[in-house]
């Protein structure tokens, strides 16, 4: 590949660029979607070192924060599955840290978590509005527990329970 209308990507990604690069190639991205996956990686690393986030600490929350910046910044910004291919190769060469993710004790968190996956992954969601969901469904939820006495307070749910719990916030 030559250098002519390579995105630059300086800060803390910077020596990793081409080896994203060549990832996104293996995988078969046109050179001009790679480089605009580049352009969101040099975004990036621009707000990690504004933010003196070094890459041992750019774990998911870390990530939620620079998208709910970018949803700010930007007209039409990207979502998460943008980053996927290059936090993936970062994560497999140990460059940043893997998904962790701890044991949920009920099924009550194993639903909240995968709320959690599908706001952030498929709805792009900003890290405030995610958090905020996460908090209503998380009482919605409890409350029709302790009720229902069922393990994760969604069995036998309507549409009455969720206007009924509605309308009691407002």
Same mark, same amino acid.
């Given at each position: 590949?030559?250098?002519?209308?390579?995105?630059?990507?300086?800060?803390?990604?910077?020596?990793?660029?081409?080896?994203?690069?060549?990832?996104?190639?293996?995988?078969?991205?046109?050179?001009?979607?790679?480089?605009? @996956?580049?352009?969101?990686?040099? @975004?990036?690393?621009? *707000?990690?070192?504004?933010?003196?986030?070094?890459?041992?600490?750019?774990?998911?929350?870390?990530?939620?924060?620079?998208?709910?910046?970018?949803?700010?910044? *930007?007209?039409?910004?990207?979502?998460?599955?943008? !980053?996927?291919?290059?936090?993936? *190769?970062?994560?497999?060469?140990?460059?940043?840290?893997?998904?962790?993710?701890?044991?949920?004790?009920?099924?009550?968190?194993?639903? !909240?978590?995968?709320? @959690?996956? *599908? !706001?952030?992954?498929?709805?792009?969601?900003?890290?405030?509005?995610?958090?905020?969901?996460?908090?209503?469904?998380?009482?919605?939820?409890?409350?029709?527990?302790?009720?229902?006495?069922?393990?994760?307070?969604?069995?036998?749910?309507?549409?009455?329970?969720?206007?009924?719990?509605?309308?009691?916030?407002?």
């Amino acid at each position: 590949m030559n250098g002519i209308g390579r995105v630059r990507v300086l800060g803390p990604l910077a020596l990793h660029a081409d080896g994203v690069r060549s990832e996104l190639s293996r995988l078969g991205y046109a050179p001009g979607t790679a480089e605009n @996956h580049i352009r969101v990686m040099a @975004h990036l690393s621009q *707000w990690m070192s504004d933010e003196s986030v070094e890459p041992s600490e750019l774990g998911q929350d870390r990530v939620e924060q620079f998208f709910a910046v970018l949803k700010r910044q *930007w007209k039409r910004p990207p979502t998460a599955q943008t !980053l996927v291919p290059m936090l993936g *190769w970062l994560r497999e060469h140990h460059f940043v840290p893997p998904l962790t993710s701890t044991p949920p004790g009920t099924p009550l968190d194993v639903l !909240l978590e995968r709320y @959690h996956d *599908w !706001l952030v992954e498929d709805r792009g969601l900003a890290f405030a509005t995610v958090r905020r969901y996460e908090a209503i469904a998380r009482r919605f939820l409890q409350e029709r527990l302790t009720v229902t006495g069922r393990s994760t307070g969604v069995e036998g749910l309507c549409g009455t329970d969720v206007r009924d719990f509605l309308l009691e916030g407002c």
